[in-house]
Every structure is written in C-alpha cells, then in structure tokens.
C-alpha cells in the first residue's frame, strides 16, 4: 500500500500551513529521518522528517503552495517492490493554490481552548484510550483535535475512528476576504500591500480573539530601580561570564512573585480556573516578521545568570526564526518590555490562555518624595493587564505588590 | 396510606431494578419499585445465586471424592441432597434481605404486587389476588419486569417428570437418568449438578455444539471435558415429543436426520428464555415490542416518553449485570448526568459455572473474522501454569484474540478453574481499549492462574514464556 504523506501538524494551533519547499525529488529513496520538506507554519519555518521508508512516488502538492489544510496528503510514499501505478488516483482531495484568507479551524481540529503546549506540558494532557492514540498514529492524525466521548471526555476508540473517516477537514470558504477584496478606491491614497506572512495573520487571529473576549482591567505600579541598577553593575563587575540586564532581575522577579502569589499564575477554561504548576514566563521578542514569545520555563528555579544566558539564545534563535514550538508554545505569563525604546508605560494585550501580562516601561530618573522631601530615583512604570476571569484586582495587586518589593529589594530575588 | 408520588417508579425489583431504584435514591430522586415476588428478581432467587450455591456443594463433594489426589483420606463420602437445597435456598434468603435492607437504608419505597402501565405517567400496582394496592403517579417509569424460561410446546414443564429451572433448582430427587435439553448457561450448568451429584446425565443441543455462544475452541474444550466426566452430549439434536408414563419419559430426538429414543427419569427444559411483556398496559402506548423484547435505545428509552426499559425484557445478552448497568444508565440519563455512556454490549462479559468453568468476553474467533479483522490469537493451556497444576486443576485453556493492525483486544474466551473470577480482567483492559502492549507490560503477580491471561496475550505475538 502506497503510504500517504500528510500536511503534518507542526504546532497544535496549526490548521494550515505552507508547504515552502521539497528537499525530495519524485523517485528519491526515502529513509526515516530524512528531511522530507520545510514547511512553513504559522510561527516559523520547520523540517518535515520522514516517517516511513521508500521512494518518495509522487508529489502531490508542489512547493510554494500556501493554505494546505493539516492531514492533506502532500505525497506519496511507495514501499518496497511497488511502483507508481500503485498510487490510486485521487489519494488527496485538491489542495487549494490559493488560501482563501480566513482560515477557521476545521471540524477535526475544532479543539477545545487548550494552552497553547506541547502535549507534555502539565494540565495540558491529551487523554485519550491506549487503542485510540495506537489508530491515530497509525493514521497520522493529532489527538489534539479529537473530542473525546469517552469518561471525562477521554478519547475513544470511535472518536478517532470518526476523525479519521472524516477525512482531511475541508477548506472552509473564504468567510470574508478582506484582503483580497478591497480595490483601490479611485480617490483613496496610494499604497503598496505587502501579503500578510503567516505568522503575522497568528498575531492578528490570537490579539484581536484576546482583546475582544478577554475580560481585560490593568493595574500600574512604579518601581525604583536604583537598587537593582546598582546590584546589576556590581554584579556584572565580578565576572566577564555574564551579563545580566535590567529584563533578566525582571524576569527572575516576575517568577518569584508568581511563586508567592500563585493564583496569577493561571488560565481560564470554560470549566475550570487551571492552576499551573510550573511557573514558564514567556518574553516578548520584536523580530523582523512580527512578535513573539519564547518561554523561560521554570524561571523560579533559575538564577540570574542563568535566565540570563537563556534569553540571550532564546532571542537570537527567535530573532532568526529558528524557535522549536516548544519553545515558544506553552508559557504560564508573559512579560512585554518596552523600556528601551523609552515608552514610559503601556497596558498590553493577554497571550491567551495566560491570565496576565506585565508591560514594562522605561526606568527613569523621576522626582520622588522621600520621607518628606523632594529626591531623585531611577523609576520604572509597570502595567499588569489581567484577565479579571481568573484574576481579581486583588491577586493582581498582590502580585504586583510582591513583584514591585522583589524589584526594589533586588537582594532578596538573590535568595 | 404512602406518598404515591414519585420521580421514577421501576417495575421489577430484579438485578436491573432494585439497582436502578438505588442509584435513582442517590441522586436525589423519588423512587419506587414494584415487585410481584420476590426483590432481587430470578437472579438472586431462583437463578444466578441458588445454582451457585447447589454447584458449590457439588464442588466440595467432587473434591471430597479426589481427596486421595492430595494426599487426604475421606471415607462414607455422600450427601443430602435436602441439606444442599436448604442451604442454597439460604443462601437465595439471606440476599434477598440484604436487598430489601439496601432499597430501605436507601429510602426506596416497595410496593408489593404487580406494577402495569395506567396511562401517563401512572403506575398502577395489583396485589395477587386482584385486589388493588395503589395508584401511582411518576415523572418516569422503568420497565425491569425481566423474563422467564422458554417453553417448547407440548413438553411444558410440569413439575413431576419435565423441570424447569425452578423445579431443578429445589430437586426432592437426584434422579437417575437425567436428560437436559439445551446447552446455554443455564442447561449446562443443571448438568453439571446432577452429573457431580452421580446422574446419568445426557445434554441434547439443538445447534451444532455445547455452549453454542462460545468460541468454538473454548465449547470443544468443555465438551471433552464433559464427556470424561461421564455427560454424554448430543448436538445438532431436536427434540420431537416426550412421552410420560408414570415414573419416566421417553424422549424422541433427531440427530442428523436419525430419530433415537432416550428414556429417562427426569428432563430438565433449558431452551432460553422470553421477556416478561405482558400485563405491563403497553397496548395503546407508543412502546415497541418485538416478539417478546421491548425496544429501547441506548439510554433505554422506548418509543412512549417518560417510559424507559432495562434487563432481559428489553433484549439480549440475557445477563444480571448487563441489566444492573442498564438500570444505572437508564437512571443516570434521567437525572441529567453529565458523563453518562451508552452499554458497549462487546465488553460484556459471561460467566457459567460448569465445571470446568467457561468465561469469555467480546467476539468470538470465527465472529472476529466473519467481521473482517486480520487476527493475532493467543492460546495459553492451565498445564503451563505453576499454580494450576498446584491446585490440581492442570485442565483448562485461555485463549486471546486480538485485531493485528491495531492491537485491540477483540475477545478473550477461557475454560477451567475460576475462570469466572479471572475474565474481570479481560474485561478491565477492554473497557479501558488497551492494546496488547499495555497488556505486555502489566506486571501479573506469580503464583497465580492471571499467570495464564498475561501469557495468552504474549502467545498472540509469539512471545509466550511458558509455552
């Protein structure tokens, strides 16, 4: 039997991605592990490995191709002794050359609002029967978007039975295409349209879905810093090893505050407020193609150095899109720091599941007022947007309080 | 007079009835049943338990008459047979109190007499000799009325010569000659009895094998062993007339196109059974009967709302425990549980306690492959298993199928010592949709007879130790 090769899921919010470019010619003896194919996925570019071994028998979507729906043959295999006469006809149901813009989650990843994580990460277990996930492998199919019928909505035998007949999920016509609607008005102004890149329509579908259905309120704390700034230069005066920055003590501070106050350290389900175990603390990395957000996972157990050193190679991987899934999928809280470009303060949208996020402005010399007189301290503003789902104002207050001692008592995030 | 009242009103207090009453009580719900004889229904008086208890005496004598086989010495070994039923119907008596303590501690309301359909939402409950007991009013009402033995016409049991179940049940005889007619669960293990008790037992099987609901291999099995015992078994038979003089019967049978005549002392009817559907008020309510089975769907509703159906009357396998899990089903779906899952009749398992003892869950091999699945079958024999010779029962066979492509345990099918206790297993790993692998990796602990259940399992991919 000719095996198929599938449009693979490469990240568990995937629906579609781009087949970029075949590293296999029609006719090519295939080993498993060898790199098939880059696919182009919703955050990044990544190598499609074999599975199977024979000869790739043929292509059935050429490279280039955007929209290709996960689960749709992309080609064939052909096992030992078979030529390419095996190949029924229309193994694939016809990728579409051009994607329609809106791309709504097909029927068999119509999955629950899971957190964005790898199946490993803790309260995120797909839970599903020995012989469900031995016939979804088998059929290359992702748990991730099977409902399950059994107890507690575990997956059964019949639920993947039921996805796998169903097939590939058909396109869904394009619901409104702005983009490719809209000619030029006759009056308007002149423009240029630069396509939207796939991760680029992530950030749009994911921000524009938090800030519309999470109930977002915002609370703002000001931070001297001049015992910190003091503390980094001493220590990055012992030691050519590292180089901590002003983001790294805030890294370290965020998690240990979580780790005091716990209850902000959490997501919102329809039937449940899920409590993280882990505390995982996303950062917001500006890269050419748009935002995002690798995870320093465990922060709290971490040092400053070595959260440091972390984030140096989390950013240059994110910088050159080069990021694993699990590296930036998954995540607990999100911090956004834009004090380098000077902003004062700035309330940020939620990366949903998470409950928080925590925007950080500029430390600046400001006039503060101590013990009665008028005196100049370095001050940073910050902004903890909340989902008040999960989060009442006074856990947020809480946290912020505890994060705002750690930063102003830099010796005591040491401990 | 009671409340009459009620959310749910169940009509029957068998295995599926005072269960679905309990689990009804639980939730919160106000619930009665109706019984006309006896609570804890045919399974627990005069089915299931009794013959457990008659083929526990004759275990105990059988091991008696082997006591020189380990080492024992019993002389003046025999029985009283007055002794063995009293103790049987003890036992029945025992648990059909516990039953009634339970539905009280529960604060179940019985009404005792015969519960019939009296328009919406109503009940109305007769006592025996026609006098009425009460009217009541219910949200819901389940029908568990159960079933009772076939009868083949003109050989009716009459209670002298030709028993059914509940003359063989409290027999003043052991007779001499006895002829069984039908090789299920209930005529096998009649057989089994009064073979140990010393009868000159023939077993008539109007299909092609005992045990027909068996695998093939597994009846095969049972039917040698039967045979050494001294049972002597006609299948592909069917019984064309009794003639009753006064002290026997003369049954004609035909095997194979040749009639043959057995004259015996008594015959015991074990040719099925049928549901208990009349006198319920079905006619004129949308409730479906076909022949003697009312129709349901899988939360047990019949075609009437508010009238639900559970047990044997609402259709095969005709088992205790399938009928309690309707009942929680049934139950649980009315009071608007969340997690409630429709019966998987495949993962059902059956016990019958002949001796030796056959157990089996799910598909059958010749079922298996009739259905189209590429098989992996395993086979692992008691002469293989360290605490099967020990307890000196090496005779027995547990065998495993399973789906080669996908690893699912399609069935499992066992004959021997205490099978019935061990088939749980099977029915555990199917219930959770195990594959052979998690099966592999159980640790089983040693010595025991499940030894066997984790080698049959190896056997199917060629990796039994043992064998």
Redesign the interface.
Known sequence: MPINILMPALSPTMTEGTLAKWLKKEGDAIKSGDILAEIETDKATMEYEAVDEGVLGKILVPAGTSGVAVNTPIGVILEEGEDASAISAPVAPKPVAAAPVAAAPAPVTAAPAAPVAPIVAHGDRVFATPLARRIAKDAGLDLKGVAGSGPHGRIVKQDVESAVAAGPAPKPAAAAAPLAAAPAPAFGPAYTEVPLTSMRKVIAQRLTEAKQTVPHFYLTVDCQLDKLLALRTDLNGRSDDYKLSVNDFIIRAVALALKKVPAANASFTDTAIRMYSDIDVSVAVATPAGLITPIVKHADQKGLAAISSEMKVLAGKAKDGKLKPEEFQGGTFTISNLGMFGVKEFAAIINPPQGCILAIGAGEQRSVVKDGALAIATVMSCTLSVDHRVVDGAVGAEFLAAFKKLVEEPLTMLL | MSDTNFDIVIIGGGPGGYVAAIRAAQLGLKTAVVEREHLGGICLNWGCIPTKALLRSADVYRNFKHAASYGLAAEGISYDLAKIVARSRGVSAQLQAGVKHLLKKNKVTVFEGQGKLAGKGKVSVTAKDGKPVAELAAKHIILATGARARNLPGMEPDGRLVWSYKEALVPDVVPKRLLVVGSGAIGIEFASFFNALGSDVTVVEALDRVLPVEDAEISAFAHKAFEKQGMKIIAGASVKSLNKTGTEVTVTIEAGGKPQAITVDRVIMAVGIVGNVENLGLEGTKVQVDRTHVLVNQWLETGEPGVYAIGDIAGAPWLAHKASHEGVICVEKIAGLK?V?PLNIRNIPGCTYCHPQVASVGLTEAKAKEKGYSLKVGRFPFAGNGKAIALGEAEGLVKTIFDA????LLGAHMVGAEVTEMIQGYMVAKT????E??LMHAVFPHPTLSEMMHEAVLDAYGKAIHF
């Open positions: 997690d899952h492509k996908t690893g699912e959770l949709e195990t594959t692998e998690d």
